[in-house]
């Protein structure tokens, strides 16, 4: 019966040593850290096996003497034992490892030598991984040759070996969190300690002069809540830190301010210098259109008009791409939704080179973080919208200068023209109040709005936050966050070049002329009020007063509206 109860203690002591025997190097350090505190405590157990060897060589051990004196081991064994099995059936190594070792330090209630011993246990198997933690949280750098840390370093970049180009995509995936290896103790804080280390990665490579503070070499701690005030304190200067280098030394505002004046239209001399210069080459087949000699035409542009006192002119650049702005929001509203297969690719033979074209804007690390690849196809987005604007009212501003010539016309014959006159003007005044509610009523209140939030946030994921608010704004008020509602747009753009290009190019008898001036008219006032319905519902639907401003501009502009 003695031999009985002591049997568990013989095939516990030999699955801990067998567990303690096969675990490697690829296990990990945290692990490696637990053999060698589980060692320590398999060393105690065989120097009293060594201690009961000599007295049954004495004659002085009996079986009640050996299950007396081996009750503190078998309960030692029995918790080695079960903390082992429990790692084995879940494979954890990291911070899986000691999220089970702090569940059982939580867990040993009453019994204070099982909490003596765990708690040893997890403070000796913690070491490595608090010292990569604190790498992290005070350096900005992974050293981890055990893959134990929560956060994973997805590019291991060479010494002074810098990528000229990166984005939102390093920014999100370089660096990630491992969620299956985040201590459960460290669960709350995961998001700071990933944000801290890599606003730090980011100071360290693009600011060789910056100041680190003293390493805090961190242990742990039974109670989760200590860490708060350490986190907290790294996560306040990384942040501070990295805003000001953006703010101060890379000058984000002024990177924003270039790229508000090209692709938001405001420096609308630039716009016209360049349209004037291009606008021809434009005008053309995409497949015709030689992105070289745009990119001559838009740097003599620049030269010629007030952008030439941008220190950042330089950074802008022509981008043909290979879909209109129609089907680029098409595919964007298409994804991950059953028509997406729909928008994978353009017929670019059916494009001209107005509807492939944009600006690109090139910046270094770290101001890319904020001008990204996906920050940026958001303002080609608009720009595209503003650019075709302002080409239709360029058209219909042509058609004014040429139709002038009909003032030294007879009366009789004059009069054939006036419906022309009117529904000309009833298009410009459309494409002006668009303009001007674009630019003037969403346009330069979220600006204002967005350098404004900036001053006031403390990290730099804020900044990134309160841009692409600003832009989603921008975007949804300016009309191109609902498909229908663009396409609506499109075709009436397009009636009106239509008008235009008709009017610059007259050929027809007089019966001819007044029909075909009846037709458009018909096709404008049916399009515009398919397009204010929609818009009325927009702003039912969405509470959106901003956009219900159309209605009241274009209803004081058109009789068309009256009778709508």
Same mark, same amino acid.
Not at 474 to 495: I, P, W, Y
């Given at each position: 019966?003695?031999?009985?109860?002591?049997?568990?203690?013989?095939?516990?002591?030999?699955?801990?040593?067998?567990?303690?025997?096969?675990?490697?190097?690829?296990?990990?350090?945290?692990?490696?850290?637990?053999?060698?505190?589980?060692?320590?405590?398999?060393?105690?157990?065989?120097?009293?096996?060594?201690?009961?060897?000599?007295?049954?060589?004495?004659?002085?051990?009996?079986?009640?003497?050996?299950?007396?004196?081996?009750?503190?081991?078998?309960?030692?064994?029995?918790?080695?034992?079960?903390?082992?099995?429990?790692?084995?059936?879940?494979?954890?190594?990291?911070?899986?490892?000691?999220?089970?070792?702090?569940?059982?330090?939580?867990?040993?209630?009453?019994?204070?030598?099982?909490?003596?011993?765990?708690?040893?246990?997890?403070?000796?198997?913690?070491?490595?991984?608090?010292?990569?933690?604190?790498?992290?949280?005070?350096?900005?750098?992974?050293?981890?040759?055990?893959?134990?840390?929560?956060?994973?370093?997805?590019?291991?970049?060479?010494?002074?070996?810098?990528?000229?180009?990166?984005?939102?995509?390093?920014?999100?995936?370089?660096?990630?969190?491992?969620?299956?290896?985040?201590?459960?103790?460290?669960?709350?804080?995961?998001?700071?300690?990933?944000?801290?280390?890599?606003?730090?990665?980011?100071?360290?490579?693009?600011?060789?002069?910056?100041?680190?503070?003293?390493?805090?070499?961190?242990?742990?701690?039974?109670?989760?809540?200590?860490?708060?005030?350490?986190?907290?304190?790294?996560?306040?200067?990384?942040?501070?830190?990295?805003?000001?280098?953006?703010?101060?030394?890379?000058?984000?505002?002024?990177?924003?301010?270039?790229?508000?004046?090209?692709?938001?239209?405001?420096?609308?001399?630039?716009?016209?210098?360049?349209?004037?210069?291009?606008?021809?080459?434009?005008?053309?087949?995409?497949?015709?259109?030689?992105?070289?000699?745009?990119?001559?035409?838009?740097?003599?542009?620049?030269?010629?008009?007030?952008?030439?006192?941008?220190?950042?002119?330089?950074?802008?650049?022509?981008?043909?791409?290979?879909?209109?702005?129609?089907?680029?929001?098409?595919?964007?509203?298409?994804?991950?939704?059953?028509?997406?297969?729909?928008?994978?690719?353009?017929?670019?033979?059916?494009?001209?080179?107005?509807?492939?074209?944009?600006?690109?804007?090139?910046?270094?690390?770290?101001?890319?973080?904020?001008?990204?690849?996906?920050?940026?196809?958001?303002?080609?987005?608009?720009?595209?919208?503003?650019?075709?604007?302002?080409?239709?009212?360029?058209?219909?501003?042509?058609?004014?200068?040429?139709?002038?010539?009909?003032?030294?016309?007879?009366?009789?014959?004059?009069?054939?023209?006036?419906?022309?006159?009117?529904?000309?003007?009833?298009?410009?005044?459309?494409?002006?109040?668009?303009?001007?509610?674009?630019?003037?009523?969403?346009?330069?209140?979220?600006?204002?709005? #967005?350098? &404004?939030?900036?001053?006031?946030?403390? +990290? !730099?994921?804020?900044? %990134? @936050?309160?841009?692409? /608010? $600003?832009?989603?704004?921008?975007?949804?008020?300016? #009309?191109? &966050?609902?498909?229908?509602?663009?396409? +609506? !747009?499109?075709?009436? %753009? @397009?009636?009106?070049? /239509? $008008?235009?290009?008709?009017?610059?190019?007259?050929?027809?008898?007089?019966?001819?002329?007044?029909?075909?001036?009846?037709?458009?008219? %018909?096709?404008?006032?049916?399009?515009?009020?398919?397009?204010?319905?929609?818009?009325?519902?927009?702003?039912?639907?969405?509470?959106?007063?901003?956009?219900?401003?159309? %209605?009241?501009?274009?209803?004081?502009?058109?009789?068309?509206?009256?009778?709508?």
């Amino acid at each position: 019966s003695l031999i009985q109860r002591l049997l568990p203690l013989a095939s516990n002591y030999s699955s801990v040593v067998a567990w303690c025997e096969d675990t490697t190097f690829e296990d990990g350090l945290v692990n490696q850290a637990l053999v060698a505190g589980i060692n320590l405590l398999l060393s105690d157990y065989t120097l009293l096996v060594c201690q009961l060897e000599q007295s049954l060589m004495r004659g002085e051990l009996t079986l009640h003497q050996l299950h007396h004196q081996l009750q503190p081991s078998k309960h030692v064994m029995e918790i080695l034992y079960q903390l082992v099995s429990e790692i084995t059936a879940h494979t954890a190594r990291g911070g899986t490892t000691l999220s089970i070792l702090h569940s059982r330090l939580i867990h040993c209630g009453s019994d204070p030598k099982s909490e003596k011993i765990v708690q040893f246990l997890t403070e000796l198997a913690a070491k490595p991984f608090f010292d990569t933690l604190s790498k992290w949280l005070y350096r900005g750098v992974i050293v981890d040759p055990g893959k134990d840390f929560f956060v994973e370093d997805h590019e291991v970049l060479e010494k002074n070996c810098l990528p000229v180009e990166y984005n939102d995509d390093y920014w999100e995936k370089r660096y990630c969190l491992r969620v299956g290896k985040i201590p459960s103790f460290l669960s709350r804080h995961a998001d700071t300690i990933l944000r801290t280390g890599k606003y730090l990665n980011v100071i360290q490579q693009c600011d060789k002069t910056a100041k680190w503070p003293e390493i805090v070499h961190l242990s742990y701690l039974h109670n989760a809540e200590h860490y708060q005030p350490v986190f907290t304190a790294a996560h306040q200067f990384a942040s501070t830190t990295l805003l000001r280098l953006l703010l101060d030394d890379r000058d984000l505002i002024g990177h924003l301010k270039s790229v508000k004046k090209y692709f938001l239209m405001e420096q609308g001399d630039f716009i016209n210098q360049f349209l004037d210069l291009c606008e021809h080459e434009l005008d053309q087949s995409v497949d015709g259109v030689e992105p070289a000699r745009l990119e001559s035409l838009l740097e003599l542009a620049a030269r010629t008009s007030s952008a030439n006192y941008d220190q950042y002119k330089d950074n802008l650049s022509v981008a043909l791409l290979p879909y209109d702005l129609e089907f680029q929001m098409g595919k964007i509203m298409a994804i991950d939704t059953a028509d997406e297969l729909d928008f994978q690719s353009c017929d670019t033979s059916l494009l001209c080179g107005l509807d492939a074209f944009a600006f690109g804007y090139h910046v270094e690390w770290p101001v890319s973080l904020v001008l990204n690849h996906k920050a940026l196809a958001q303002y080609q987005m608009l720009f595209r919208h503003f650019f075709y604007c302002k080409h239709i009212e360029r058209l219909l501003s042509a058609v004014w200068i040429t139709n002038k010539q009909t003032k030294f016309l007879p009366g009789e014959e004059f009069k054939v023209y006036h419906p022309a006159f009117g529904l000309r003007q009833k298009m410009m005044n459309l494409i002006q109040n668009l303009s001007y509610y674009m630019s003037v009523e969403v346009i330069e209140p979220a600006w204002v709005g #967005l350098v &404004s939030a900036i001053s006031n946030c403390l +990290t !730099v994921d804020e900044v %990134l @936050s309160k841009h692409g /608010d $600003f832009l989603n704004s921008c975007l949804h008020d300016c #009309l191109l &966050s609902n498909t229908q509602l663009l396409a +609506t !747009v499109k075709k009436l %753009l @397009s009636v009106c070049k /239509d $008008f235009a290009q008709y009017m610059q190019n007259l050929t027809d008898t007089v019966e001819d002329f007044v029909e075909d001036i009846k037709r458009y008219d %018909l096709q404008f006032n049916s399009v515009l009020v398919s397009l204010l319905d929609r818009i009325s519902q927009l702003g039912r639907d969405n509470y959106n007063e901003k956009v219900l401003n159309i %209605l009241h501009r274009s209803a004081l502009n058109s009789r068309t509206i009256f009778r709508y």
